[in-house]
């Protein structure tokens, strides 16, 4: 194995140099026959095209793909994050920002698209200067994806990737992701199955959330690699959307991050929550048809002083870009600008 690959490049890079990429595409291929590629277990034979619970079969569903600025900095930085938002999705989140996209699967399917194409998106986005690529909602295809970075890798595919989940996943596919996946953004939704199940529509949240996200760290420690521009190479980042409420179990989260993995896991705090698909609509969930408060906001920001995280972002409260502070317990320390790391 080369320096280069050693040091610098993806770390799928040094699977595909050693042939246990393949190897790894081949096994995740397999938990589609009787699908177990996520904790809702299915069953379904989706190689021969039988739709699983999410209503996903053997080809990915791309709704889009572009350069985007709305990650955190070191994954925006001046180019914009490659993202590859994928159809549908194995939650059926009430709030869900981009229900068009995850619960209208008659609409979707029309988005079907050939391994070779979604590599093809991969290569494009690092053509058009992309600092990463970023897969939104990619549990359900993990193994469409991992074929994919592999056809792009052979193309000369070299941009980290990021696994942008809502963090129900399960640890087999997980562990056979590591060393594909080069920074894990999970989206730590509640710290209660039964908010879980009335707001996402599965079971055992907290258990399955909580067991992947020890996974990741198993995988990434909590260090995050830079590299010269400030960019993020490699790492575990846990996002936190603050509901109304207290819905989502914050401080629960915290402390369980802190206690079992470490303060120094960096954390995105995010504001930007508004009621949308049913959630505003619907008496069921009135408790969320409405934007958090900025006493709400607030409190977020006091317990991650409290449980004395330190690293991560913060987003402004109207959810305008992230600010990022070095260490939230260092009073001294000023927020920085997105610019700054630009």
Request: aromatic share 10%.
């Amino acid at each position: 194995m080369s320096d280069e690959l050693t040091t610098s490049a993806a770390s799928y890079l040094s699977l595909l140099e050693a042939g246990e990429l393949l190897k790894r595409v081949e096994s995740l291929e397999a938990l589609l026959e009787s699908c177990t590629v996520c904790p809702l277990d299915c069953g379904n034979n989706r190689l021969n095209d039988e739709l699983a619970r999410c209503y996903s079969g053997r080809l990915p569903i791309v709704s889009s793909y572009t350069a985007h600025f709305g990650e955190e900095p070191p994954l925006t930085g001046t180019r914009g994050a490659g993202n590859i938002f994928f159809g549908n999705c194995n939650l059926r989140c009430v709030y869900c920002q981009n229900y068009q996209i995850s619960q209208a699967h008659k609409e979707q399917i029309k988005n079907q698209v050939t391994h070779e194409r979604l590599a093809e998106m991969m290569l494009e986005l690092q053509a058009r200067g992309c600092h990463n690529i970023n897969f939104v909602s990619p549990t359900h295809f993990a193994p469409q994806m991992a074929r994919a970075i592999l056809i792009a890798a052979e193309r000369g595919l070299h941009l980290p990737i990021v696994y942008n989940t809502n963090a129900y996943d399960s640890v087999e596919v997980l562990r056979l992701l590591d060393g594909i996946v080069d920074v894990y953004l999970p989206d730590l939704k509640y710290a209660e199955d039964e908010a879980g199940f009335l707001y996402s529509k599965v079971r055992s949240y907290r258990e399955v959330s909580r067991a992947a996200l020890t996974e990741m760290y198993r995988q990434m420690g909590d260090k995050q690699v830079y590299d010269e521009h400030g960019l993020l190479k490699r790492g575990l980042v846990i996002r936190l959307l603050v509901l109304p409420n207290d819905l989502g179990g914050l401080r629960d989260s915290l402390g369980w991050i802190r206690d079992e993995l470490s303060p120094r896991v960096a954390v995105s705090l995010m504001a930007q929550y508004y009621p949308t698909n049913v959630a505003g609509t619907n008496p069921r969930y009135a408790l969320l048809s409405r934007r958090i408060s900025e006493s709400e906001w607030m409190r977020a920001i006091s317990a991650l002083e409290e449980f004395e995280m330190e690293e991560g972002w913060i987003q402004e409260y109207d959810g305008a870009p992230f600010y990022y502070r070095p260490n939230f317990n260092d009073a001294e320390t000023p927020f920085h600008d997105v610019r700054d790391f630009q």
